[in-house]
C-alpha cells in the first residue's frame, strides 16, 4: 500500500514526465552532426515565452523530486 508521501512523488514524475515532453528539441540531434548542420553551436539562443516557463517548471519539479526523495530516505533510515 502506498504512503502519502509516495502519492506525492508519484504526482511530481507524472508533472515531470509532462513538462519534459512539453519541451522542444534544443540541437538538431545526431543527423546535425553527421551532415554537417548546426554549424552554429555556440550561438547564444534565449528561451523566451512559454518556453522559458516549461523550463523552468521542469527544474522546479526536478528539484522538488529530489528533495522528497532524500527526506523520504532520512526519514526511513531513522525509523
Known sequence: MLNWYDWIMLVVAIVIIILCLL?????????????GGGLNVFVKTKERGAEK????????????FFMIAILIEIGASVS
Request: charged share 10%; aromatic share 0%.
Open 53 to 64: 516557463v516549461v523550463s523552468v517548471l521542469t527544474l522546479i519539479c526536478a528539484i522538488l
Open 23 to 35: 519541451q522542444g528539441g534544443k540541437t538538431e540531434g545526431a543527423s546535425g552532426a553527421i551532415t
